[in-house]
């Protein structure tokens, strides 16, 4: 077990509302990023982190922001959540050193 | 974003079969890794392939990279149910790079 913790598991929410995930670390790892996985897409990076307050974006960064106040935390935030926006977000964390990546276990996230 | 080409997009075979996924991009990548995700779950590294030409195997999972280190193939003998699940290549953007990008998956069901 990686140590990461996404919540919630689950979210129900309306178009036009804020939301924020959360990803928490045991770890103390720099490197942490956000990806959505949508049927056909795969997994889809959204914004990475490579320390407290350091954030860069992804490929798919519109309509999210971040941020990173301490190590063991990593936010993701939807300002005004879309349906386009209806996805599962994994976060994940990268071990100094090495290439591979952990990954929390998603959120399942609708926007209605 | 260097584009990482996962093929077939779906796989269905009878239980002991051989199969092929293949992951190719025109883009030189330092090292390629490989995936597994069940469903509900986040991906788990499998692999990761550094050197161009290198073959690596887990059990029944035999995985090379392109001399080139522009391609990546995972060959699976005698498949197993247990084999089921999505398979993603991924690696990272450019040198220096800490964005890790994902290919969109090979979705394998082994029949019983």
């Known amino acids: 077990d990686a140590g990461i913790t996404q919540s919630p598991r689950h979210k129900v929410t309306e178009t036009g509302t804020p939301v924020t995930l959360r990803c928490h670390q045991t770890e103390n790892h720099r490197y942490m990023y956000w990806y959505r996985q949508d049927p056909g897409h795969g997994l889809r990076l959204i914004h990475y982190s490579y320390g407290v307050k350091d954030t860069d974006k992804g490929e798919v960064s519109d309509g999210y922001s971040v941020s990173r106040s301490k190590t063991e935390d990593f936010l993701l935030t939807l300002e005004s959540a879309t349906s386009s926006q209806t996805s599962v977000y994994f976060c994940a964390i990268k071990p100094p050193g090495k290439t591979e990546a952990f990954f929390g276990q998603g959120t399942r996230l609708t926007v209605v | 974003t260097q584009l990482l080409e996962q093929s077939p997009q779906f796989l269905s075979i009878q239980e002991g079969e051989n199969l092929t996924v293949y992951c190719n991009s025109s883009?030189?990548?330092?090292?390629l890794q490989w995936y597994r995700q069940e469903p509900g779950e986040g991906p788990v590294l499998l692999v990761t392939v550094v050197t161009g030409g290198e073959v690596k195997k887990l059990k029944r999972l035999t995985f090379q990279f392109g001399d080139a280190r522009k391609d990546s193939s995972l060959h699976i003998t005698a498949a197993q149910p247990g084999d089921t699940g999505l398979y993603l290549c991924a690696g990272y953007s450019g040198a220096g790079s800490y964005q890790l990008t994902f290919g969109k998956g090979t979705k394998l069901s082994v029949i019983p």
């Open positions: 883009s030189v990548f330092s090292s």
